[in-house]
C-alpha cells in the first residue's frame, strides 16, 4: 500500500472508520474513497457492487457496522445480526470480484465464548457458548471471520481479520440508552454534575471486568497489519489490561469532576463476567497500544465536552 493507493474506508464517520481517516489523513494517503450512508447504503447488494465496480478500491477498511452497547445488543438483535451480516457479504464479495488487493475486516472480542479461559487466545473461537446479550452481534461478526478465512481459502485473496477490545474515543456514540459503558459513564457524570444532582446510576454490579483501547491506537495498529500482516487468522488488539466496571466509574468521576456519590442498578444485566484479550500475538509482531486509560478517558471527555449537542 503506497500513499497514492486507491484506499475504501467503509463507515469513515463511525468511531472507527473516523480514527483511521484521521490516521491516513495524518500520514498523507492522498487517494481515499469515502461514502457516508446516504450515498452508499451498504445493505444494497446491487449498489455495493456497481460502487466497487466503478470506484475499483485497491485496498479496503471495513469499519461499517451497526454496533451499540448491551442494551442496543439485547433490544435489537434483529437489526443486529441482519445489517452486518449484509454490509460484511456485500463489501467482501464485491472486494472479491472487483480485485481488491488486501481488506481488513474489523470483528469484536465479543465473538469468543463467554466462559473463554483468560486473557483470550485466538484459538478460543468457537470453542463454547457465546454470552446471550450480543449473540446476534457476534455471530455476524464470526461469518464475516470465517468469510475472509474462506475467500482467502479458496480464492487466493488477501483479507485480514481484526479482534479489537472494547473500543472508545472521538466520535462515539454518546446517546444514554445505546451507548457503550464508557461514552454513556462520561455523559451521565457530565449532565449530574451541570444539575447538581446527589448520585450517578451505573447499570449492573459493577463487578464485570472489561478491556479498554482508545481508537486511535486501533487505528495505529490496523494500519500496521494492513502492512504487516497477511494471515488469515484473528489477531487480538487491546492492551493486555483490564479494570472493573466500578473502578472504572470511579475514574471517570475523578477526571469529570463529580463530587455526588454512584449507585449501582442490579436489575440491568453485567454481561459477560471479563473479556480479557491476549495480544501477545500482536506484541510479537512489534505492536503495542500506546495510550493510557486515564489518558484515554481524558481525551474522549474534553472531546465531548467540545462536541456535545448543544454547544
Ligand atoms: O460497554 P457495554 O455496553 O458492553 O457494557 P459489553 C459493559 C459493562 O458496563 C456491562 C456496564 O457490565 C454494563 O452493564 N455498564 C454500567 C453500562 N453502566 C453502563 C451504562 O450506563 N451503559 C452501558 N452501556 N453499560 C458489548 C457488546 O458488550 O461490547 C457488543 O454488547 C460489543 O456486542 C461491545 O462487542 C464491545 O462489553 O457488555
Not at 171 to 199: C, Q, W
Request: contains cysteine; hydrophobic residues 40%.
Amino acid at each position: 500500500m503506497d500513499k497514492s493507493s486507491r484506499i475504501y474506508i467503509a463507515g469513515h464517520r463511525g468511531l472507527v472508520g473516523s480514527a483511521l481517516l484521521r490516521k491516513l489523513r495524518s500520514e498523507r494517503y492522498e487517494n481515499l474513497v469515502l461514502r457516508t450512508s446516504g450515498e452508499l447504503d451498504l445493505r444494497e447488494q446491487a449498489a455495493v457492487r456497481e460502487f466497487f465496480r466503478t470506484e475499483r478500491p485497491e485496498y479496503v477498511f471495513l469499519a461499517a457496522a451497526r454496533v451499540g452497547g448491551i442494551h442496543a445488543n439485547n433490544s435489537f438483535p434483529a437489526q443486529f445480526i441482519y445489517e452486518n451480516l449484509m454490509i460484511e457479504a456485500n463489501i467482501i464479495h464485491s472486494s472479491y470480484l472487483s480485485g481488491v488487493k488486501k481488506l481488513l475486516f474489523l470483528g469484536s472480542s465479543c465473538i469468543y465464548p463467554k466462559f473463554a479461559p483468560q486473557p483470550i487466545k485466538e484459538n478460543s473461537l468457537l470453542e463454547g457458548k457465546l454470552e446471550p446479550t450480543n449473540q446476534a452481534y457476534a455471530i455476524a461478526k464470526i461469518a464475516g471471520i470465517e468469510m475472509c478465512r474462506s475467500y482467502n481459502t479458496q480464492y487466493g485473496t488477501g483479507y485480514i481479520s481484526l479482534m479489537p477490545t472494547n473500543l472508545y474515543g472521538p466520535e462515539d456514540n454518546f446517546d444514554l440508552e445505546n451507548a457503550h459503558v464508557l461514552p454513556a459513564l462520561i455523559r451521565k457524570f457530565v449532565e449530574a454534575g451541570r444539575e447538581n444532582r446527589p448520585d450517578v446510576t451505573v447499570w449492573g454490579t459493577g463487578s464485570p471486568m472489561r478491556e479498554f483501547l482508545y481508537v486511535d491506537d486501533l487505528a495505529d495498529a490496523s494500519l500496521f497489519l494492513m502492512k504487516n500482516y497477511s494471515g488469515s487468522g484473528p489477531v487480538n488488539i487491546g492492551t493486555g489490561r483490564d479494570i472493573s466496571i466500578r473502578d472504572l466509574a470511579l475514574m471517570v468521576k475523578k477526571i469529570t469532576g463529580f463530587q455526588g456519590g454512584i449507585v449501582f442498578d442490579n436489575s440491568k444485566p453485567d454481561g459477560t463476567p471479563r473479556k480479557l484479550l491476549d495480544v501477545s500475538l500482536l506484541n510479537s509482531m512489534g505492536w503495542q497500544a500506546m495510550t493510557g486509560l486515564e489518558e484515554g478517558i481524558r481525551l474522549t471527555y474534553e472531546w465531548y465536552m467540545q462536541n456535545r449537542p448543544g454547544k
